[in-house]
């Protein structure tokens, strides 16, 4: 351990300490805490993370609390921006994520990936969202949840795969009786992103309260907050120098950028002349920190006692949200288009650049450039089928504005519906039998995207108002002059389309349990054995229908690739079986000496041909013992699976976006290096484009890659180990501390960009142009670069397979402690974690990357999904709140902690730094900055944050309780880390929107109404 992090955990454990130092009390609301056992009701416990229910259930591994309580205090309306703060969580997709949002927010526990986790609601599964199998959380409005239970490390034995990470519980409100109306409004200190939510429960108990039925409606609602309302990110910022060589922003601009052949692209200027790319796009001010959000839900849930120790039970939820997402508008982003000499929007001075410098006849030796005199007879040539008539190819760079900003509008419409029986065999021996079936639709309506194809039928033309090919109502295209050449008759033409995508999704269930005791305890014990035993069942069903627009590549211009059609099935038969043996009881040093076990088998069954099934085997061990009343050590080991999804099975073969920071082959590096000059050519780059290629595309190049139906389940090892203190001479008081260790091997994964990259390029020396890491990287053929058409430029190769690895390990700990000072009663509670390590490995050949503290395009849960790549995980973080209780008042501060981070250091080896980066440019890049040339040291380190919400809770007679919170009460500021320097989803509008408060101080007012 080194001794930073020695002195960070001294920290950690100092300030945890501090808080309970203060003298503290039960008060009205409370924080996150750590949960043994919490009543779900009456006869019924229910356990996060065991079948087994039992009110004596001795915990072995932790569960992290959120309470009702806390949600009113922070007015939290979604949540995933609740879970985001809860220390050891790493973020995910959520409604700070703009380029890169699909419509829904998920969660990324200890950083491994938000398909590596379990949303419960009740302890049982929902409908999941996606083909990735992740349940979206925007369908799972708070004001339903009693409580939110948190548990990480290996708990697929209880609840099947998926849960290598842990599980994140929602736990209902039951048997609710009266009526309840919450309303809030939020708004931030600029008057905008104002948020809105309305919801009424209604319950009763009735038939001599054997039965009670619950009902709950609601409406929540966002406004967007763009980027270009905030001062730091008004102007796209690079944090590269040499690797630069235009302004910030992308080169899809106003004015057009062509490609011609010996230079890296040329910009039409307002004179109508060819010249050096002289402006980029600042697409910031477009862009989103707030996605604005709507969602109408409905939750019912009932309960009746037929006869004596039998219960029908029911529970349906219904959903309905809607996602916009708007980024800069649409264009052509370096597509190959053919333009006649003839043009009538051609510039005499372009023609002449391009009459010069390409190619008019490629299929004879030589490149043959016309003449002066020849591109005037071409320039009069009308038709084609006039002998000077003349076409030429150039890649094509404009934004088109004109047409207005890209809009993505997902509406998720969600319902899961469970209905059970349970009842007794004996007076400690219980059978439940249940069954839910969900759908989950995501419809995506895409506006405003040039359509590629059209681009080139009005591309050629030889007169202003007829294009050569007239179908479709063609309007001839200018994209030779400055802004508004496009005409609204032009634009309406290349982007008057709208394409629509379809996810839908079903899960289909069934469970069987016994549980409860043997009637009998071991010799030295005197609560009896425990025990739970069942099996079973699910069927999977996802897919992706894109029309044919969204499925055709190139064609939607900058929509980040097709969308292909993916379509998968999978059924799942599991049996299991859980232990709970109080060994010792009220013994000198034994109070208690529990033991829990567990395991459960799986058969997998995917619906393709010829596809093998699989089983797996999952098991846990655990224990607890309190030598003394006041103290109880705890731990956990635990084996868990996770079976490949259907979009990892299913996905076919396709080229989207990635984000890569430096491209080898880009600027002027090869020139002065025959062996990666080479290599380039070896992956398509054009021998003109050599010294000359463009940088990365606003940080992202394309990567191809799709499902394998030969993966298999991949493996985990997890363990907990831990005490709880509660000293009797502190009243009050309560402490854990525990240390988590998970570690995944056969880890389903594709590599990283840059270990794509890295593959072919961390050796220079040894790279070799027949090597298949390099020549699997296919550049785009016109321009030699990573970024391109999507139709054309395959860019990096990244395989999914069965040869990751990862592991994660840190410490938790949370404290609370209470007391009454008379005038008033003082609640203080901590919730810390101390993240040690998080290494990635993406095959045997891959850096084994450690994420914990850094920030690039590669760190950021990269053993997770595409979209969970990129995000900041701390080393460390904590919550602390302190309560005031005056009577019917609540004075509530809560203070949240994110440590220090740097920029990742190890994104190539040394030689290919020294390669790239030129001494003037970069002094140190082998110490202060290998891998990347970032001269700006405000980019190389964003230093510890900390954010204080005041919220004062007043209850103003016997049913009316109203909140007021100032959320960021001080107006910190997001630090500046420029663009592109991390992915695009998370490293947005200058700074990183997932982890710091880039909307600043908030207000919120809400009110709850009890009758």
Known sequence: MSIASTTRLRTLLSLGAATAALCAAPAYAQDTQTAEAAPADEGTIVVTGSLITNPNLERSTPVNVTTSEEVELRQTNVAEQLLRDVPGVVPSTGSNVNNGNGGASFVSLRGLGSNRNLILLDGNRVVQTDTVGRTDLNVLPLALIERTEVLTGGASTTYGADAISGVVNFITKKDFSGLEINAGEQITQRGDGNVFRVDATIGANFDDNRGNATFSVGYQESDPVYQGSR????????????????????????????????????????????????????????????????????????????????????????????????????GVFGSTVTIPVSNPYLTPAARATFCANNDFNPGVAGVQTLTPAQCAAAAAATSPSDPNYRTFTTGLFRRTTEVGTRNDIYTTTFFDYRLGFRGDITESIHWDISGGYGESTNHRVRQNYVLTSRVRQALLATNPNTCLDTSNGCVPLNVFGQQGSITPAQAAFIGGVTSVIDAPNSLAQARAVVNGDFGASLPWAN?????????????????????????????????????????????????????????????????????????????????????????????????????????????????????????????????????????????????NNANL??????????????????????????????????????????????????????????????????????????????????????????????????????????????????????????????????????????????????FAKLALNFAGNWTRSAKFQ??????????????????????????????????FS????????????????????????????QQFQDDLAVALASPADCPDPLGADPGGCIVDPRFRHIPAFDYFDLSTRIGVGDNLTLTVTVANLFDKKPPNTAQNIGSTSFNSGNTYPSTYDTLGRRFAVGARLRF
């Open 842 to 875: 993406a095959t045997p050949t891959s850096l084994n990357r450690e994420c914990v503290g850094f920030y690039s395009v590669s760190c950021g849960s990269p053993a997770g999904t595409a979209a969970d790549i990129g995000s900041i995980q701390p080393e």
């Open 677 to 822: 000059r080479a290599v380039c050519l070896a992956q398509g780059a054009p021998a003109f484009t050599i010294g000359n290629i463009p940088v990365p595309a606003a940080g992202q190049v394309n990567v191809t890659g799709g499902g394998n139906l030969n993966l298999k389940p991949e493996k985990s090892n997890s363990y907990t180990i831990g005490a709880v203190i509660q000293p009797s001479v502190l009243p009050g008081f309560s402490l854990s501390v525990d240390y988590y260790k998970i570690k995944l091997t056969g880890a389903i994964t594709t590599p990283t960009s840059q270990d794509i990259v890295n593959a072919c390029f961390g050796n220079l020396s040894a790279a070799s142009a027949s090597n298949p890491a390099c020549t699997s990287i296919r550049r785009d053929p016109n321009t030699g670069s990573l970024s391109g058409d999507a139709a054309t430029t395959p860019g990096l190769f990244g395989a999914l397979s069965n040869l990751g690895r990862a592991s994660t390990d840190g410490v938790d700990l949370t404290m609370n402690y209470n007391t009454d000072l008379g």
């Open 231 to 330: 001062a730091i990110s008004r102007s796209a910022i690079s944090p590269y120098n040499e690797f630069d060589t235009t302004a910030a922003g992308s080169p899809t601009a106003i004015p057009s950028t062509f490609t011609v052949p010996g230079t890296a692209g040329l910009q039409i200027n307002p004179a109508g002349a060819l010249v050096p790319i002289f402006s980029s796009f600042n697409f910031n001010p477009f862009n989103l920190f707030q996605t604005p959000f709507k969602r109408f839900n409905m939750f019912g849930s009932a309960r009746y006692e037929i006869t004596d120790g039998i219960e029908a039970y029911t529970r349906g939820i219904f959903s309905k949200t809607t996602v916009p997402t708007i980024v800069a508008p649409s």
């Open 527 to 671: 609560d009896a054995v425990s025990f739970a035993a069942g099996g079973e069942y699910r069927k999977y069903k996802s897919s992706i229908e894109p029309d044919n627009l969204a499925q055709t590549a190139g064609q939607l211009g900058g929509a980040g690739g097709a969308i292909r059609p993916t379509k998968g099935a999978l059924d799942v038969y599991e049996a299991f079986g859980e232990l709970l043996a109080p060994l010792v009881q009220d013994k000198p040093f034994f109070e208690d000496l529990t033991l829990e076990a567990g395991v459960r088998y799986s058969h997998y069954t995917i619906d393709a041909p010829g596809t093998p099934k699989f089983n797996t085997t999952t098991w846990k061990v655990g224990g607890s013992w309190t030598p003394i009343r006041d103290i109880k050590i705890r731990g956990n080991y635990a084996h868990a699976v996770r079976a490949p999804n259907i979009n990892e099975l299913f996905a076919p073969l396709n080229t989207v976006l990635t984000n890569l920071g430096v491209d080898p082959c880009a600027g002027v590096a090869p020139l």
């Open 878 to 905: 904590w919550t602390q709140r302190s309560t005031l209780t005056f009577d019917n008042v609540d004075l509530s501060l809560l203070w949240r902690h994110v440590s220090a981070v740097s920029f990742e250091r």
